[in-house]
């Protein structure tokens, strides 16, 4: 898949895999502990992170030495055939390498790999709080449907989470 991402080969995206599990955990277990990323309180092993993750739809950004920068990565919701179409996913993006147009260019081949597989809905749930991920969301395409209020505690805490989706305009 190979894309270019912020003109002179800034990084590149590829499908992720295994030889990527150290670094895509470290920057997933970092999200975790800034508090605005997930309910999740640790990063799962690799073959947790591997079961639960379609193999055509999770991608890593990598730079000129193979180090990872960012990854997305989508899971199906529901095993119901109605919800074919239908995935949710995360995306991740090492602090020291965001607001260079990685979590876009993730989102981009998310997009696109999904695309191709006939799935009309992307899904994810983001922290109110997170205005960094809602924003890059938004301009992948992705609206906000809605909130929900009270949904979980997270370290004891109630909290919102709003509802995003993006539903492609040519699959039907």
Same mark, same amino acid.
């Given at each position: 898949?190979?894309?270019?991402?912020?003109?002179?080969?800034?990084?590149?995206?590829?499908?992720?895999?295994?030889?990527?599990?150290?670094?895509?955990?470290?920057?997933?277990?970092?999200?975790?502990?800034?508090?605005?990323?997930?309910?999740?309180?640790?990063?799962?092993?690799?073959?947790?992170?591997?079961?639960?993750?379609?193999?055509?739809?999770?991608?890593?950004?990598?730079?000129?030495?193979?180090?990872?920068?960012?990854?997305?990565?989508?899971?199906?919701?529901?095993?119901?055939?109605?919800?074919?179409?239908?995935?949710?996913?995360? /995306?991740?993006?090492? +602090?020291?390498?965001? *607001? =260079?147009?990685?979590?876009?260019?993730?989102?981009? $081949? &998310? @997009?696109?790999?999904?695309?191709?597989?006939?799935?009309?809905?992307?899904?994810?749930?983001?922290?109110?709080?997170?205005?960094?991920?809602?924003?890059?969301?938004?301009?992948?395409?992705?609206? /906000?449907?809605?909130? +929900?209020?009270?949904? *979980? =505690?997270?370290?004891?805490?109630?909290?919102?989470? $709003? &509802? @995003?989706?993006?539903?492609?305009?040519?699959?039907?």
């Amino acid at each position: 898949m190979d894309v270019v991402v912020g003109g002179a080969a800034d990084a590149v995206i590829v499908p992720l895999a295994p030889e990527h599990a150290g670094q895509v955990l470290a920057i997933y277990q970092a999200g975790i502990d800034e508090g605005n990323a997930t309910f999740e309180t640790f990063a799962p092993t690799w073959e947790e992170f591997d079961a639960a993750k379609l193999p055509g739809h999770r991608f890593a950004a990598l730079d000129a030495d193979g180090t990872v920068l960012g990854w997305v990565a989508a899971s199906r919701v529901s095993d119901r055939c109605a919800y074919a179409g239908v995935v949710e996913h995360s /995306v991740y993006v090492h +602090r020291a390498a965001r *607001g =260079r147009g990685i979590a876009s260019a993730l989102l981009r $081949a &998310l @997009v696109d790999s999904t695309e191709r597989a006939g799935i009309w809905t992307i899904q994810s749930g983001i922290f109110p709080e997170n205005t960094a991920s809602l924003t890059v969301h938004q301009r992948a395409g992705f609206r /906000v449907i809605g909130t +929900r209020e009270r949904i *979980g =505690r997270h370290h004891g805490v109630w909290r919102d989470v $709003a &509802l @995003v989706e993006r539903r492609s305009p040519t699959v039907t």
